[in-house]
T-cell receptor
Framework: LAKTTQPISMDSYEGQEVNITCSHN???????ITWYQQFPSQGPRFIIQ???TKVTNEVASLFIPADRKSSTLSLPRVSLSDTAVYYC??????????????FGKGTHLIIQP | GAGVSQTPSNKVTEKGKYVELRCDPI?????LYWYRQSLGQGPEFLIY????????DSGLPNDRFFAVRPEGSVSTLKIQRTERGDSAVYLC????????????FGPGTRLTVL
């Protein structure tokens, strides 16, 4: 079971880059790392997924060091609308079961003007 | 719309009553998941279907909770003898394949047990 640890909350300002780090010390060889975003009164929304090194899409980047014991979600030039809860999940594509579907409490990111 | 839909959006019931919550996944998605979320907490896994069968129901808290997906599409979460502690938002998600694929979430059903 790859348990994850994230900061409970973070603050930043519009236009800044925000980095949220997730620790997963006992990640397994087959595990992937996935990040979700959740706004109040909505279901979570997929942001990005990766296995190693760096993954980038139109909204974020995911940095994973060689030992894979942590990962960092990077949000470039945040805006007020990025205020949300961000969850880091770790699990496998095959046989992951419920271990890979554990959201934890997430990181509450607050963006100020 | 082509997203995951859940009905009802809100359900208020009395302690001891039976409730059913419905989830319509995205067409063609073989995997379907149920979660519940209490205020200030992350979604808590309940059950995961692959097709018609429950691939993992380890998150169901007790035998008052049951879920079905008889034709591999729509799913119903059933709660018997509801208790006040069952009050939460019940989220449904679907994905195209295996358990760790990108999940697409519905808006949830807010259940209140009085």
């Amino acid at each position: 079971l790859a348990k994850t640890t994230q900061p409970i909350s973070m603050d930043s300002y519009e236009g800044q880059e925000v980095n949220i780090t997730c620790s997963h010390n006992n990640i397994a060889t087959n595990d992937y790392i996935t990040w979700y975003q959740q706004f109040p009164s909505q279901g979570p929304r997929f942001i990005i997924q990766g296995y190693k090194t760096k993954v980038t899409n139109e909204v974020a980047s995911l940095f994973i060091p060689a030992d894979r014991k942590s990962s960092t979600l990077s949000l470039p030039r945040v805006s007020l609308s990025d205020t949300a809860v961000y969850y880091c999940l770790v699990g496998a594509y095959s046989g992951g079961g419920a271990d890979g579907l554990t959201f934890g409490k997430g990181t509450h990111l607050i963006i100020q003007p | 719309g082509a997203g995951v839909s859940q009905t009802p959006s809100n359900k208020v019931t009395e302690k001891g009553k039976y409730v059913e919550l419905r989830c319509d996944p995205i067409s063609g998605h073989t995997a379907l998941y149920w979660y519940r979320q209490s205020l200030g907490q992350g979604p808590e896994f309940l059950i995961y279907f692959q097709g018609t069968g429950a691939a993992d129901d380890s998150g169901l808290p007790n035998d008052r909770f049951f879920a079905v997906r008889p034709e591999g599409s729509v799913s119903t979460l059933k709660i018997q003898r509801t208790e006040r502690g069952d009050s939460a938002v019940y989220l449904c998600a679907s994905s195209p394949g295996l358990a760790f694929n990108e999940q697409f979430f519905g808006p949830g059903t807010r259940l209140t047990v009085l």
